[in-house]
DNA sequence: GGCCGTCGGTTCGAATTTGAACTACATGTC
DNA sequence: GACATGTAGTTCAAATTCGAACCGACGGCC
């Protein structure tokens, strides 16, 4: 292993930048849904899957994927969830094993009330704090550093070798 | 209040990478540390922090707002260390109340140990990934974010009022 | 000098998260 | 068809997190 390039002034304003945007964002919307709905982030996010799904259900393995959460983390908020009536759970017809979690109507209204709310603070503490060209730059290079790390290896191009 | 101004596709695609990218991010080197060095990333920090200080010490509420985590987790983390011998405490000398977190020869041994694995990672999922301009934007843009979000209401300008 | 509101840290209980079993089923191979 | 291997989801214990309650000490003020 070569000698540790150390990350220069520059990068380590990317990088605290990063890290301290990121704990605050998440915290400070963590924060609004809980006092706004009585939901945490993982079950809002649930909530928006279901909702845009067709018949409002979807299998528990393709939500944990798309809330980026471990399989038994996903069980539990599911129940979570249950407990309040705004989800069911039913047996997957063509897999036996499957189960499908199903947005109830008390849960469709739960999250149409808290929407407006959510997204509301998704711009106050992100969106709107960023110009044009920021919020390009931001999706196309935070798009770039997700998918490289995604599981399935979807790495795509290295880049070009060092010069 | 007014109508909700949904996100539009772009808006959705920045906020939907903002959030895959933080989730992987820092899941990935959570677990590049815990399999690395034994040390969980909030662990990682204080050593860094405490490594920089003169004399390896620092208050832990001045810790704590490093680190964006409550006092009670800031007491948890540093109880951990000092069970593993990185880090004692002894309180301080100008203020009765005050503790002071202060850096082991074994601690600032482990630090050094860890970090260039750690910086590597850093690189190989964030850093490296962007381009000159990206990292410059997004130095910028998340760091508005972040400050934005300080409690001690460091909010700045808002911006100029909508047309 | 004594009082009052605030600060610095810890402790406590409740909620959440994770990885490692574990069960039950699906799938591919021969 | 039977078997080996992998998959879907849950359960479990352990670790971590948070906020609220708490205690002792500080500081300003009368």
Same mark, same amino acid.
């Given at each position: 292993?070569?000698?540790?390039?150390?990350?220069?002034?520059?990068?380590?304003?990317?990088?605290?930048?990063?890290?301290?945007?990121?704990?605050?964002?998440?915290?400070?919307?963590?924060?609004?849904?809980?006092?706004?709905?009585?939901?945490?982030?993982?079950?809002?996010?649930?909530?928006?899957?279901?909702?845009?799904?067709?018949?409002? *259900?979807?299998?528990? =393995?393709? &939500? #944990?994927?798309? @809330?980026?959460?471990?399989? %038994?983390? +996903?069980?539990?908020?599911?129940?979570q969830l249950?407990?309040?009536?705004l989800v069911?759970?039913?047996?997957?017809?063509?897999?036996?094993?499957?189960?499908?979690?199903?947005?109830?109507?008390?849960?469709?209204?739960?999250?149409?009330?808290?929407?407006?709310?959510?997204?509301?603070?998704?711009?106050?503490?992100?969106?709107?704090?960023?110009? *044009?060209?920021?919020? =390009?730059? &931001? #999706?196309?290079? @935070?798009?770039?550093?997700? %998918?490289? +790390?995604?599981?399935?290896?979807?790495?795509?191009?290295?880049?070009?070798?060092?010069?």
């Amino acid at each position: 292993m070569a000698e540790t390039r150390w990350l220069d002034e520059h990068e380590m304003a990317a990088w605290q930048g990063f890290l301290e945007a990121t704990s605050r964002v998440s915290r400070h919307l963590e924060q609004q849904l809980k006092d706004d709905a009585g939901l945490s982030h993982p079950q809002y996010e649930i909530l928006v899957r279901l909702a845009a799904a067709p018949d409002g *259900e979807v299998r528990m =393995t393709e &939500l #944990a994927e798309g @809330l980026f959460t471990s399989k %038994s983390g +996903l069980t539990y908020q599911v129940g979570q969830l249950e407990k309040r009536g705004l989800v069911t759970r039913r047996s997957c017809p063509t897999d036996v094993r499957g189960v499908l979690a199903v947005l109830t109507p008390t849960g469709r209204r739960t999250l149409r009330e808290a929407a407006p709310g959510h997204v509301a603070a998704v711009r106050a503490s992100l969106i709107d704090v960023l110009d *044009e060209e920021e919020l =390009t730059v &931001l #999706a196309r290079a @935070l798009g770039r550093v997700g %998918s490289r +790390l995604r599981p399935d290896g979807a790495a795509g191009p290295v880049g070009p070798p060092a010069p």
